[in-house]
């Protein structure tokens, strides 16, 4: 299901492509006027974005690194890349965001957290520490797929009386991505605890 989420994301994610020529069918106004805003900050995340968001769930299929590890690097530096790319974007686009200055605070906060932690964990794999690469790359992951969050949330919002994107912006700026965070930690801790007792 995270894999269907995350691609039909990423493909209508692609509409964005037609504002490079001034078309803007399917996109919002409150987001047109980010872009319009600040064109080279909004779209180099907004074209980038998908990228990481279909390459991410490759990542965490123990047969891939197991039988073509060639693959699994060469996708997670792509995926890396995607990340920094356009979490580098989402941050300088922060101070636009149509829901002003708290929606702004939340986004550019998940734009550092998301960079830092992807870097981190691509500078763990480098390393060797494979578990504690894992464990970012969930994190990294986790972030990433708050852009379905985010989606999946806007019909809620409408359903509850706000009247535009922008309104319910400030809020979809935290729960799109916090309670994603929220149950990696758990389960990553609910998993290590399982282990370790069968170790004993």
């Known amino acids: 299901m995270m894999i269907v989420l995350a691609t039909v994301v990423a493909a209508h994610s692609l509409r964005y492509y037609a504002a490079l020529e001034n078309l803007w069918f399917g996109i919002d106004p409150d987001i047109k006027a980010v872009i319009l805003q600040a064109p080279l900050q909004a779209l180099t995340h907004m074209l980038i974005a998908p990228a990481a968001l279909v390459l991410g769930p490759l990542q965490f299929f ?7 590890p060639t693959l699994h690097r060469w996708s997670g530096r792509t995926y890396v890349l995607a990340c920094v790319t356009s979490g580098t974007g989402a941050l300088a686009t922060s101070p636009f965001a149509s829901g002003g200055w708290v929606a702004g605070v939340g986004f550019g906060i998940l734009a550092v957290l998301w960079i830092g932690t992807t870097v981190a964990a691509w500078i763990s794999a480098v390393q060797g520490r ?30 509850l009386g706000y009247g535009s994107y922008s309104s319910m912006s400030p809020i979809l700026a935290f729960t799109s991505w916090i309670p994603n965070v929220l149950i990696v930690a758990l389960y990553s801790t609910l998993e290590a605890r399982w282990r370790s007792r069968w170790v004993q």
Do not use: C, D, N
């Open 130 to 159: 494979l578990e504690w690469h894992r464990l970012l790359m969930r994190f990294s992951y986790a972030m990433t797929f708050g852009a379905v969050v985010l989606r999946l949330q806007i019909p809620i919002g409408y359903a």
């Open 62 to 68: 123990p047969g891939l690194r197991a039988r073509h």
